[in-house]
Each structure stands twice: as C-alpha cells, then as structure tokens.
C-alpha cells in the first residue's frame, strides 16, 4: 500500500487523515501501488473491474476488499 490518506468516522462521516492504519471493519481511502500495471475500471462505470479483493499470499486470509474511486 503506498498510503493512507484519511479514516472514515461512520457516526459523524469526519475524515481523520492523521491515521497510520485501519481497523477491522473501518473505511477509508487508500492509494496503492502494483508492481504490474492492473487492468480496471472506476466503480461507478463497472461493478465487477471496479472492485477488488487483497488476500495475503502467505496465509490465503482475505485482508482487504475495496472499490475503485479512479485509476492512474
């Protein structure tokens, strides 16, 4: 992950950006990096390419899943 750029409060929707990690079940907006260039889609355009799934490779436990804001 290249960083997090804010925590989302659900209760009070206030952006914490001074974060360093998310919790279990927290929201939040992250940028990340591949070292292959990713084909996808903005969410908003395309469900399935706009979403994705991170799972540990060593372990197989799901750590992530998100939505695709926009690509770069």
Do not use: W
């Not at 395309?46 to 197989?60: C, P, Q």
């Amino acid at each position: 992950m290249k960083g997090i750029q804010y925590r989302l409060d659900v209760n009070t929707l206030h952006r914490d950006q001074d974060t360093n990690e998310l919790g279990l079940n927290e929201i939040g907006r992250v940028q990340l990096r591949t070292t292959v260039p990713l084909p996808c889609d903005p969410y908003s355009k395309n469900r399935t390419t706009g979403s994705f799934v991170l799972i540990d490779e060593a372990t197989g436990v799901t750590v992530d899943a998100g939505m695709i804001n926009s690509a770069s």
